[in-house]
């Protein structure tokens, strides 16, 4: 029985090294230096200090407040903006006609493809004061202000939507092309609307596509830092200040590297939890 299972794993061994070498060995580090002292400067030699950078993260109001913010940053733009958003883009192109198809499509891409800088600084002049949304607002007489001041954590998320609503646009496209066109025609000869199509029709039938893209969107949103960076840097007073930024500013603006990747385990932990949640949501039968 080894001698036959061998040949066919051997293959496998230099991905398993490489995936040793370079994934499981820096995350395994990683969390050895969570459990130290480390610093950038002022420093010769890090100590290990067990859990103490844990017990300080929640004993932190601005750990507490970036994890708060967290969350809002991920149902605002993910878990609502994004799926929401890109189900019903999903379900009105496969109504329109084909110059709408390839036009709303293509828009909806190219926020997608851009670079998250520049996507960030494209946000950054629309919502800041002399920007276009102010600018449209008072062409219309109506109020306006300072989005990135009054609002920065909901213009982040609405920042965050306008570039990732494509993906989940693209795999609600492909899990409703899936749907067979007998079993929406035999609903609506019975009698159901639109409404009705969709809640007990549609959503049960995607629902495997859309536990996936719930958890991917969710791991990106967690992850997201460039485009938030660019526009607010965390302010104004860390009121759109999520845990990448608050782990980049304490782990490199404040040199101390143990907290940082302590609270960057901290975020890996909050990630793991999402996805067993969607594990098993996948894992149930329709």
């Known amino acids: 029985m080894t001698s036959r299972v061998l040949p066919r794993t051997l293959p496998l061994v230099p991905a398993l090294v490489l995936l040793l070498l370079f994934l499981a060995g820096p995350i395994a580090y990683c969390a050895y230096i969570a459990f130290t002292d480390l610093q950038l400067t002022g420093q010769a030699h890090s100590s290990f200090v067990g859990l103490d950078n844990f017990r300080r993260a929640f004993g932190d109001e601005d750990f507490l407040n970036a994890v708060w913010l967290t969350l809002v940053f991920t149902v605002v733009s993910s878990l609502l903006g994004q799926n929401t958003l890109g189900l019903a883009l999903a379900a009105l192109m496969r109504r329109a006609s084909k110059p709408v198809r390839t036009l709303t499509g293509g828009i909806v891409v190219t926020a997608w493809v851009l670079p998250e800088v ?4 494209l946000l950054y002049a629309f ?4 920007g276009t949304l102010n600018a449209i607002l008072d062409a219309l007489h109506l109020p306006s202000q300072n989005w990135l001041f009054t609002l920065p954590i909901l ?5 965050n939507v306008w570039r990732g609503t494509a993906f989940s646009m693209l795999v609600y496209s ?3 092309a899936e749907i067979p066109q007998e079993i929406t025609e035999a609903a609506e000869v019975d009698g159901a609307g639109g409404w009705r199509r969709l809640w007990h029709i549609t959503l049960p039938m995607i629902r495997r596509s859309i ?3 719930l958890m991917l969107n969710t791991l990106q949103t967690l992850s997201v830092f460039g485009l938030i ?4 840097r965390g302010g104004p007073g860390g009121r759109s200040q999520t845990l990448p930024l608050f782990m980049y500013e304490q782990a490199f603006q404040n040199s101390m ?5 302590a609270v960057a385990l901290l975020l890996l932990v909050v990630g793991s939890l999402f996805s067993v949640v969607y594990l098993r949501l996948l894992r149930t039968e329709v």
């Open 257 to 261: 590297i143990g907290y940082g990747t």
């Open 118 to 121: 520049v996507a960030g600084f």
């Open 127 to 130: 919502f800041r004061k002399e």
């Open 229 to 232: 960076w660019v526009m607010t």
């Open 155 to 159: 213009a982040v998320s609405f920042a």
């Open 174 to 176: 492909a899990a409703l």
């Open 211 to 213: 536990a996936t893209n």
